[in-house]
């Protein structure tokens, strides 16, 4: 009697991407002594299928690789029995990591082999002594990463350009910057016109419409990078850089860098006292609920702080208040979410009848009204609003349905409102989206998250950080956004199509851990609904 056929996957990594440009590299070497392995267990019914899962360039201590997730994919449609590993290092170097993959083994009935350690994982000593292996593996990444970052850490205190992609307005010699003079005319050509225009948006189409491109340079593999035209994240990037003035930043401190500077300190400083007030309003832009009087002061029936926040659609923007709790994944109050024009004049008309003649007389209303508050309570249904004592004239005739009680230093005002139906017939901006209606948002990021899986897969970016300095976001963002490349297809559908439940955003999707299998996906989705 045959034995049973068993499909063996071959998965190889390497950390770095020096060297992947050679005929043989490190990669061909794990993927020929694991199909050797394979080759000699041929009479056990192993044969070795013919994709690829490779990983050049991908650190060990995340699950983010492109390679790994085709492979997990595979497992999870059972149509790989084994996987055979050089080491088991080049499967994960965490702890956690290793859990979750063998976890995904299990459910699957598939199991790995190490080609150079003696591993079955079937049994509980086989997990024993995978787990310390694991350890010693994961303390080795974690004393490398320390000492790397002290090296970093040294070299930037003085002044040393430490890597990473060329900045405009210079060339990198010798593993030090050296200034391009037409770049660097470039970099102080944007610096005056941002002084000069309205906002960074407009700074980035009048440099689009000019042709005035990101910098041209050659990566160490031979690739043509840059040249394009700026986003508004590069541009925010250079225009807050202080590397342009001759200066190294490392974990919020500064040190005089070994590179010369481009821009001069009082024209950054110009810059800086800029961004920081942010573009003015457009003329004639309607505008609703300008400046957060409420701020620090509102908070939802179960006690958290409210936020302000905002929403744009077309040409006009809306705002409104939001529990803290939505974010945080914490319970949530009976009124989560509130139109901020809509609860701010409901205050007003409570306020302001109430406020004593002797309070801020010279002020508008409104500017009598909010300094007299100092705490408000929002519910459906119900607004319990405290205010200073010596504001409000507690002999004054309150309207219908609404009680006033003294307390040590405040008024109580208490009111039934209900703050939760359509204003004007229109839903409040903030609430969640309706079926049928497309998450803009959602739609955006699923669609940048397999750009940049792509990008990773064919070698165009070299890492995640690589991709975030690319695009102007932070890794922490770009690590959030990535796995959605992995949505299961009909889920990525019911996005496209405005179909995914009325409550899953893209705030509320980031803040959940993604599953790797899609029918765990579905459930996540549906909790949702």
Same mark, same amino acid.
């Given at each position: 009697?045959?034995?049973?056929?068993?499909?063996?996957?071959?998965?190889?990594?390497?950390?770095?991407?020096?060297?992947?440009?050679?005929?043989?590299?490190?990669?061909?070497?794990?993927?020929? +002594?694991?199909?050797?392995?394979?080759?000699?267990?041929?009479?056990?019914?192993?044969?070795?299928?013919?994709?690829?899962?490779?990983?050049?360039?991908?650190?060990?201590?995340?699950?983010?690789?492109?390679?790994?997730?085709?492979?997990?994919?595979?497992? %999870?449609?059972?149509?790989?029995?084994?996987?055979?590993?050089?080491?088991?290092?080049?499967?994960?170097?965490?702890?956690?990591?290793?859990?979750?993959?063998?976890?995904?083994?299990?459910?699957?009935?598939?199991?790995?082999?190490?080609?150079?350690?003696?591993?079955?994982?079937?049994?509980?000593?086989?997990?024993?002594?995978?787990?310390?292996?694991?350890?010693?593996?994961?303390?080795?990444?974690?004393?490398?990463?320390?000492?790397?970052?002290?090296?970093?850490?040294?070299?930037?205190?003085?002044?040393?350009?430490?890597?990473?992609?060329?900045?405009?307005?210079?060339?990198?010699?010798?593993?030090?910057?050296?200034?391009?003079? #037409?770049?660097?005319?470039?970099? /102080?050509?944007?610096?005056? =016109?941002?002084?000069?225009?309205?906002?960074?948006?407009?700074?980035?189409?009048?440099?689009? +419409?000019?042709?005035?491109?990101?910098?041209?340079?050659?990566?160490?593999?031979?690739?043509?990078?840059?040249?394009?035209?700026?986003?508004?994240?590069?541009?925010?990037?250079?225009?807050?850089?202080?590397?342009?003035?001759?200066?190294?930043?490392? /974990?919020?401190?500064?040190?005089?860098?070994?590179?010369?500077?481009?821009?001069?300190?009082?024209?950054?400083?110009?810059?800086?006292?800029?961004?920081?007030?942010?573009?003015?309003?457009?003329?004639?832009?309607?505008? /609703?609920?300008?400046?957060?009087?409420?701020?620090?002061?509102?908070?939802?029936?179960?006690?958290?702080?409210?936020?302000?926040?905002?929403?744009?659609?077309?040409?006009? @923007?809306?705002?409104?208040?939001?529990?803290?709790?939505?974010?945080?994944?914490?319970?949530?109050?009976?009124?989560?979410?509130?139109?901020?024009?809509?609860?701010?004049?409901?205050?007003?008309?409570?306020?302001?009848?109430?406020?004593?003649?002797?309070?801020?007389?010279?002020?508008?209303?409104?500017? =009598?009204?909010?300094?007299?508050?100092? @705490?408000?309570?929002?519910?459906?249904?119900?607004?319990?609003?405290?205010?200073?004592?010596?504001?409000?004239?507690?002999?004054?005739?309150?309207?219908?349905?609404?009680?006033?009680?003294?307390?040590?230093?405040?008024?109580?005002?208490?009111?039934?409102?209900?703050?939760?139906?359509?204003?004007?017939?229109?839903?409040?901006?903030?609430?969640?989206?309706? %079926?049928?209606?497309?998450?803009?948002?959602?739609?955006?990021?699923?669609?940048? #998250?397999?750009?940049?899986?792509?990008?990773?897969?064919?070698?165009?970016?070299?890492?995640?950080?690589?991709?975030?300095?690319?695009?102007?976001?932070?890794?922490?963002?770009?690590?959030?956004?990535?796995?959605?490349?992995?949505?299961?297809?009909?889920?990525?559908?019911?996005?496209?199509?405005?179909?995914?439940?009325?409550?899953?955003?893209?705030?509320?999707?980031?803040?959940?851990?993604?599953?790797?299998?899609?029918?765990?996906?579905?459930?996540?989705?549906?909790?949702?609904?």
């Amino acid at each position: 009697m045959s034995a049973r056929k068993l499909r063996c996957a071959i998965y190889t990594r390497k950390s770095s991407s020096e060297g992947l440009d050679q005929d043989f590299n490190s990669l061909d070497a794990q993927r020929e +002594a694991c199909g050797a392995y394979i080759l000699s267990q041929a009479g056990e019914g192993w044969e070795r299928v013919k994709m690829l899962y490779d990983d050049g360039g991908f650190s060990g201590g995340s699950m983010e690789r492109p390679g790994l997730h085709a492979l997990m994919r595979d497992i %999870e449609a059972k149509r790989v029995d084994v996987v055979v590993v050089y080491k088991v290092d080049r499967l994960t170097r965490s702890l956690s990591d290793f859990a979750k993959i063998v976890d995904v083994f299990d459910a699957a009935g598939a199991s790995f082999v190490s080609v150079t350690q003696a591993f079955n994982t079937t049994t509980s000593m086989g997990r024993l002594t995978l787990n310390m292996l694991l350890s010693f593996a994961q303390f080795e990444r974690e004393v490398t990463g320390e000492r790397i970052r002290d090296k970093i850490a040294a070299s930037k205190a003085k002044g040393m350009w430490m890597g990473g992609n060329p900045p405009l307005g210079y060339d990198i010699r010798e593993r030090a910057l050296h200034i391009n003079a #037409a770049e660097a005319e470039t970099v /102080r050509d944007i610096y005056r =016109r941002y002084l000069e225009v309205r906002s960074v948006m407009d700074l980035r189409d009048a440099l689009a +419409a000019e042709g005035i491109h990101s910098k041209r340079w050659v990566s160490s593999t031979g690739r043509v990078r840059g040249g394009c035209a700026f986003t508004h994240g590069a541009l925010f990037h250079i225009l807050k850089s202080r590397l342009y003035l001759g200066e190294v930043v490392h /974990r919020g401190r500064v040190y005089p860098g070994q590179h010369a500077a481009i821009v001069d300190a009082e024209t950054f400083g110009a810059v800086q006292a800029k961004l920081k007030v942010g573009a003015p309003p457009l003329p004639g832009k309607p505008v /609703r609920g300008a400046g957060a009087p409420l701020l620090g002061k509102l908070f939802d029936d179960l006690g958290t702080p409210m936020t302000r926040a905002h929403g744009n659609k077309g040409a006009r @923007r809306y705002h409104y208040y939001v529990s803290t709790a939505c974010a945080t994944r914490r319970a949530k109050g009976s009124l989560p979410r509130v139109s901020a024009p809509r609860l701010e004049g409901a205050i007003l008309d409570l306020v302001s009848s109430m406020l004593s003649r002797s309070w801020l007389p010279d002020a508008s209303v409104r500017d =009598r009204v909010f300094p007299a508050i100092h @705490r408000v309570v929002l519910g459906a249904g119900c607004l319990k609003i405290d205010a200073a004592k010596e504001a409000i004239d507690v002999r004054a005739e309150a309207s219908a349905g609404v009680v006033l009680a003294q307390q040590d230093e405040t008024v109580r005002i208490g009111a039934q409102i209900d703050l939760s139906a359509p204003l004007n017939s229109k839903s409040i901006v903030g609430a969640a989206p309706s %079926e049928g209606r497309m998450d803009r948002a959602l739609v955006r990021a699923v669609v940048i #998250a397999r750009v940049w899986v792509r990008a990773l897969a064919e070698g165009d970016a070299s890492s995640l950080q690589a991709l975030a300095d690319r695009d102007g976001v932070s890794s922490i963002y770009a690590g959030q956004i990535l796995p959605l490349a992995y949505l299961a297809p009909d889920l990525v559908e019911a996005i496209l199509d405005g179909r995914q439940p009325a409550r899953l955003t893209l705030a509320a999707l980031i803040n959940r851990a993604l599953p790797h299998a899609w029918a765990e996906q579905r459930t996540l989705f549906s909790a949702f609904a």
